[in-house]
């Protein structure tokens, strides 16, 4: 067994399978927030690269199905795929139109953004009783909110305070990947 620590409190005795886990959704969620992070930097400053970070973020979800499909089963792992595209989807769609100056458009994008968590946070309180859906659904507005405002500070060329709301948004990333391995662990008693 290995000791696991996190800054001032010990998270307990872990196998190496159990912190490989870890470690992979730790891995999905940072490609989650750093993929979509080039996204609006390329939208922002018309990269010819957009086309091909899409496309790698656009992977991410797939990526996220490969790993819950042995504890979900096909069904589930496809439908958390299926939730998280259509929540890329409409943070490209939101981050078009701002840069448009679209608001009727930005307003509805965020209705739809929003709905979206709330579908998220109750699929994962449904497949896990470890998973609370008001935890998850906390955790989602917090990350669309943020992830909001880094591409509102990018667009507007305020790059110090985009790089300070990142910081904010990959710490919580971890909190997520955190959450969706230790619910796992204590589900599946996955040693």
């Given at each position: 067994?290995?000791?696991?620590?996190?800054?001032?409190?010990?998270?307990?005795?872990?196998?190496?399978?159990?912190?490989?886990?870890?470690?992979?959704?730790?891995?999905?969620?940072?490609?989650?927030?750093?993929?979509?992070?080039?996204?609006?930097?390329?939208?922002?400053?018309?990269?010819?690269?957009?086309?091909?970070?899409?496309?790698?973020?656009?992977?991410?979800?797939?990526?996220?199905?490969?790993?819950?499909?042995?504890?979900?089963?096909?069904?589930?792992?496809?439908?958390?795929?299926?939730?998280?595209?259509?929540?890329?989807?409409?943070?490209?769609?939101?981050?078009?139109?701002?840069?448009?100056?679209?608001?009727?458009?930005?307003?509805?994008?965020?209705?739809?953004?929003?709905?979206?968590?709330?579908?998220?946070?109750?699929?994962?309180?449904?497949?896990?009783?470890?998973?609370?859906?008001?935890?998850?659904?906390?955790?989602?507005?917090?990350?669309?909110?943020?992830?909001?405002?880094?591409?509102?500070?990018?667009?507007?060329?305020?790059?110090?305070?985009?790089?300070?709301?990142y910081d904010s948004?990959?710490?919580?990333?971890?909190?997520?990947a955190d959450l969706?391995?230790?619910?796992?662990?204590?589900?599946?008693?996955?040693?």
């Amino acid at each position: 067994m290995v000791r696991f620590k996190k800054k001032n409190s010990v998270l307990g005795n872990y196998t190496s399978n159990q912190i490989n886990l870890m470690n992979t959704f730790r891995k999905l969620w940072e490609q989650h927030i750093m993929w979509t992070r080039s996204f609006i930097i390329s939208i922002a400053s018309n990269l010819g690269d957009l086309t091909m970070v899409t496309n790698r973020l656009l992977q991410n979800p797939s990526d996220f199905e490969n790993v819950l499909r042995p504890f979900y089963g096909r069904e589930n792992a496809a439908k958390f795929q299926s939730l998280f595209q259509e929540h890329l989807l409409i943070a490209a769609k939101l981050v078009n139109d701002a840069k448009a100056g679209n608001t009727a458009e930005v307003k509805e994008d965020e209705i739809k953004w929003y709905e979206n968590a709330d579908q998220i946070a109750a699929f994962m309180a449904s497949i896990n009783p470890y998973w609370s859906e008001q935890e998850w659904r906390a955790l989602l507005y917090d990350h669309l909110k943020m992830t909001e405002n880094e591409a509102v500070e990018r667009l507007n060329g305020q790059y110090e305070a985009d790089i300070l709301i990142y910081d904010s948004i990959e710490e919580q990333a971890l909190k997520m990947a955190d959450l969706m391995s230790t619910g796992i662990i204590k589900q599946f008693g996955y040693k």
